[in-house]
């Protein structure tokens, strides 16, 4: 499976759950780059949170 990543505005590389930070504890909470707290799209999000730093 290919490894997704995502680049944030503030020029963070995303690739993992832990560079993602959650708001709001609903069921579909917004996804927001961990550097600078910028949305990230829910796409890519969903992706990279399912990714585990091997």
Avoid at 23 to 40: A, Q, Y
């Amino acid at each position: 499976m290919a490894t997704t990543t995502y680049d944030c505005v503030c020029g963070a590389t995303l690739r993992f759950k832990q560079d993602l930070v959650a708001e709001g504890g609903g069921r579909t909470p917004t996804w927001l780059c961990g550097d600078c707290w910028t949305p990230v799209p829910s796409v890519h999000a969903e992706k990279i949170r399912h990714q585990h730093p091997s």
